[in-house]
């Protein structure tokens, strides 16, 4: 069997799925979006547009794109080639995108994943929402939108229920947008003067390392009383992980023309959905590999010849899978297909 044609075959299933059930993201004004698309490698193509939503899901039937990705920008000619400059940007989403690292309990190659990775990148979502986006911010569970990515992260969109606000956070310059970023990696974290988001959040950390917090919590010139401190090594070293927390892409909040992934369409390098969640609770209980994969595929059974060098081991589904595997689900083919592992089909 044709590789390549059978995995197109599995993503065009899902897509005439998701598109029957209304579950595929119509980004809003669709006609003032730009589209981008790949197969083998992330984004082949972009600079597309679709006039109305039957255009844009008659496109993706047809074309069945292994990544899919919207602009966050809404343009006046998104199809025009060459940068923010041509495309007319007049209003633009606002969206932080996690992105994490292998952590030092993962074994695996660094563009796999398991599930410490997973529990990383979640960790690090619900700590922006709780200590960020919702105390600092101001923000309610409401007005976030939380998309686990299809791979190590999640998108976070600001959303805000209110129209007021929303219009006037959709029409943040660049810079505006840099600053929520720079508050949020403590770039801009004064110890001079520190602001209260930053007290709480440091003195909490404080507190966890049996350091002693009563002068900080009176004092607003924070470096004043470090300075005088036996242990200001320590203090700043605190300080330091604590801005380090979080592992932002900060392409995707400051970059105008910046595409991001269409939200419950498929990732192409794991297969997994790109799955929103309602709330922060339904965030916290999320399995991403038993959560973000289609059902469907789990039902399909593939026999298959793997004759790649590599040794790996993933679990998909509760189903465990190796370099040995004879027998893969469809959500398992398309995990393996995507991470470039050499294997032939002999029957679906
Ligand atoms: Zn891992």
């Not at 597309?48 to 844009?56: G, H, M, V």
């Not at 003195?203 to 401190?229: L, S």
């Not at 970059?255 to 916290?284: A, C, M, Q």
């Amino acid at each position: 069997m044709n590789t390549f044609a059978e995995v197109q075959k599995l993503y065009r299933e899902y897509y005439s799925f998701a598109i029957k059930n209304n579950l595929l993201e119509i980004p809003d004004c669709i006609e003032y979006r730009e589209f981008g698309y790949g197969y083998l490698k992330k984004v082949d193509n972009r600079n597309l547009s679709f006039k109305n939503e039957r255009e844009y899901k008659s496109w993706i039937l047809k074309n069945a794109p292994m990544h899919l990705y919207k602009s966050l920008a809404y343009m006046r000619y998104p199809s025009n080639v060459g940068g923010a400059s041509n495309k007319g940007i007049f209003r633009r989403e606002l969206a932080f995108d996690i992105d994490v690292h292998k952590t030092g309990k993962c074994n695996h190659e660094d563009d796999w994943i398991c599930k410490y990775c997973l529990e990383e990148a979640k960790n690090q979502a619900i700590y922006l929402i709780e200590e960020f986006l919702i105390p600092d911010f101001g923000l309610n569970e409401d007005d976030l939108k939380i998309v686990f990515s299809g791979n190590r992260g999640y998108h976070i969109y600001i959303k805000p229920k209110n129209k007021d606000i929303l219009e006037i956070i959709e029409n943040y310059s660049k810079e505006d947008r840099r600053f929520l970023m720079d508050y949020i990696l403590g770039k801009n974290l004064n110890l001079h003067n520190i602001g209260s988001g930053w007290r709480r959040r440091l003195i909490k950390e404080f507190k966890k390392n049996n350091i002693g917090t009563r002068q900080f919590e009176k004092e607003k010139n924070w470096k004043k009383i470090i300075e005088k401190r036996k242990n200001k090594e320590k203090i700043y070293n605190i300080i330091d992980k604590s801005k380090n927390k979080i592992e932002l892409d900060e392409k995707v909040m400051e970059d105008d023309i910046r595409l991001l992934r269409v939200i419950n369409s498929l990732h192409g390098y794991t297969g997994f959905i790109v799955k929103p969640l309602n709330n922060l609770n339904e965030l916290k209980k999320f399995n991403p590999l038993k959560d973000a994969i289609f059902k469907y595929f789990e039902e399909i059974e593939y026999r298959v010849d793997i004759f790649d060098d590599r040794k790996f081991e993933i679990q998909i589904g509760g189903k465990k899978y190796h370099h040995k595997s004879r027998k893969v689900s469809g959500s398992a083919l398309l995990y393996l297909f995507g991470h470039n592992i050499k294997f032939t089909i002999s029957c679906r």
